[in-house]
Nanobody, 116 residues
Framework: QVQLVDSGGGLVQPGGSLRLSCATS????????MGWYRQAPGQQRELVAR???????NFAGSVKGRFTISRDNAKNSVYLQMSSLKSEDTAVYYC??????????WGQGTQVTVSS
């Protein structure tokens, strides 16, 4: 059973930065893609950023230029570096992994609150 463990959330002021981490129980190279989603209260979960096995990345338009996603195969981890944070970035952030057969796995979520 694959397990994803999210961490790194917290309270940050507008304009600040945070780095989220996602550690997997299995080998990261077994996943076709890994990414981060977020869900704000009363809203649907949305894709924030994704990194495909070949290394290409996708970002939501609202975070482009402010967030970066990276992975460390040796540590079986994926990271989301968030900069220039805005109040509208406040949400629970979830790590996601998709296997080559199309199975989805989710982390438990980590709260990010952007507020002064």
């Amino acid at each position: 059973q694959v397990q994803l463990v999210d961490s790194g959330g917290g309270l940050v002021q507008p304009g600040g930065s945070l780095r989220l981490s996602c550690a997997t129980s299995g080998s990261i190279v077994s996943f076709a893609a890994m990414g981060w989603y977020r869900q704000a209260p009363g809203q649907q979960r949305e894709l924030v950023a994704r990194i495909i096995d070949g290394g290409s990345t996708n970002f939501a338009g609202s975070v482009k230029g402010r967030f970066t996603i990276s992975r460390d195969n040796a540590k079986n981890s994926v990271y989301l570096q968030m900069s220039s944070l805005k109040s509208e970035d406040t949400a629970v952030y979830y790590c996601n992994a998709v296997t080559w057969s199309g199975l989805n796995y989710w982390g438990q979520g980590t709260q990010v609150t952007v507020s002064s």
